[in-house]
């Protein structure tokens, strides 16, 4: 057996040399593996945020309706809050205005024909005096500091405008009916008041039209006291999303 060949020396140049290479191949795998990473996170919070930005826009609800740009009455088919209301604060011995709770069950469409004025033109101040309204019976507007008892009141004899117009502002019905009105509608419009809270009845002997139904705001003419329309009326308005002071009492005013 001969003898084994000695190892060749190794060069420390080129050993450093080699080291050197390998230490830069790595560094350069070392960021591509980053730049790729930092890439696929950009382009998964693009995704994410562009369906944020989509749905965000999905959910914020259609356009609405503008309101009015005088105080003349319009027809409506029902509407939400009054837009440019003023807050109003409640009255010693009433309930403070109260928005409706999470989960209360929407009111049905109001009847066609309704006709709308502008909340944020009518008045909510007290006065003494008498008022000039530029309605009849006033939809709303400065009122008595004392309202007429509404919870199903029928009354034989005109009320104060200023007193029933306080009614209103707490989220009653007026029904009034004029001297050319039947009986049997008159009849028949007291025994839904009857039986209805946040209501009132009475004579009106200036209004235009036989039988009438207001609320804050909102006014309808019906022809008879058993037509439809003056149940979705009180469904609609009684406690409506009309109501300056929604919940505000209808018990202790006045009762003439």
């Known amino acids: 057996m001969g003898s084994p060949t000695p190892p060749r020396p190794v060069d420390p140049r080129a050993h450093m040399e080699q080291l050197r290479r390998a230490e830069h191949a790595r560094r350069r795998r070392t960021r591509a593996l980053l730049a790729a990473g930092a890439a696929a996170l950009v382009l998964t919070l693009g995704v994410g945020g562009a369906l944020l930005a989509n749905a965000t826009d999905s959910g914020g609800g259609g356009d609405r309706a503008p309101a009015a740009r005088d105080g003349a009455a319009r027809e409506d088919s029902g509407d939400g809050k009054n837009p440019g209301e003023a807050p109003h604060p409640a009255h010693p011995g009433e309930a403070h205005p109260g928005e409706a709770a999470p989960g209360e069950a929407a009111k049905p469409r109001p009847p066609a024909g309704v006709r709308s004025w502008d909340a944020?033109?009518?008045?909510?101040?007290h006065v003494s005096g008498k008022v000039s309204y530029p309605m009849t019976p006033p939809v709303g507007g400065n009122h008595h500091d004392r309202w007429m008892t509404c919870d199903g009141i029928v009354y034989e004899r005109p009320v104060r405008d200023e007193n029933a117009v306080h009614s209103l502002e707490h989220g009653a019905v007026w029904v009034t009916y004029s001297k050319k009105a039947r009986k049997a509608d008159i009849a028949?419009?007291?025994?839904?008041?009857?039986?209805?809270p946040y209501t009132l009845m009475s004579p009106y002997d200036g209004q235009r039209d036989p039988l009438t139904l207001t609320a804050w705001g909102k006014q309808l003419s019906v022809d008879s006291g058993k037509d439809p329309a003056v149940d979705r009326f009180l469904a609609a308005y009684v406690q409506g999303p009309q109501t300056p002071e929604k919940g505000a009492t209808c018990s202790g005013g006045l009762t003439r």
């Not at 944020?120 to 101040?125: E, Y």
């Not at 419009?189 to 209805?196: H, S």
């Open 120 to 125: 944020s033109k009518l008045g909510r101040d």
């Open 188 to 196: 028949a419009l007291a025994n839904k008041v009857g039986r209805t």
